[in-house]
């Protein structure tokens, strides 16, 4: 079983590493980073790169694609060979899933017209913008596409997919496996919960990264 999780600069690390520490425990699975070419990827904030040694050209079908945000998407989805080889793979996948605004460049693939969907509660209206039927959920199914909430929510995407893939009793023990029990220390995981200045406290540098290229801007997972 071919995963791949699609790489581009500026992309948020854990949209990536949390469903591929996951999906890469699936029994059968080979989980590869793939990008428009070989090389050094970098994330958001510059300090952690990764060298994905495969290109999107070697994988024209794979059973598994995972798009993960981050404010790279922008560029990602203003168009090219990202966009033209996520609507091949989609033709023939198995599953299409993204995390954060990762839903972003699948919208803009062309993937989520029509379709129930979700991405970073900051995110959320421009993907109504773009087709999708955008909902605040966690974990969305809709057919085949799978989309994740913010950042954190690739794991909980991940652990839904291992279900799917594999059953539910390797996706607990995959859980188990990784001592997922989340005990946040605080309860302000979403803007319905965090205190009022803590919402606006974020939703106010979300403005201040407003660019030319996207009003607004999405943010950064």
Known sequence: MDIAIVLYDRFTALDAVGPYEV???VPGAQVRFVAVE??????????LTVLVEHSLAEFEHPEVIVVPGGPGE?????????LEWLRRAHETSTWTT??????LILAAAGVLEGKR???HWLALERLGEMGAHPTAERVVYDGKIVTAAG?????DMGLALAASLAG??????IQLGIEYDPQPPFDSGSPE???????ELLRSRSRHQITDEEKPLAPRG
């Open 117 to 119: 969907a979700t991405s």
């Open 151 to 155: 950042v954190s929510a690739g794991i």
């Open 193 to 199: 919960k965090a205190p009022a200045e803590v919402v």
């Open 38 to 47: 070989p090389g050094p990827i970098t994330t958001d904030n510059g300090i």
């Open 168 to 173: 539910e009793t390797v996706a607990q023990a």
């Open 98 to 103: 993204s995390v954060c605004t990762g839903s």
């Open 23 to 25: 999906l890469s425990r």
């Open 74 to 82: 922008v560029a990602a989805r203003a168009g090219g060979s990202m």
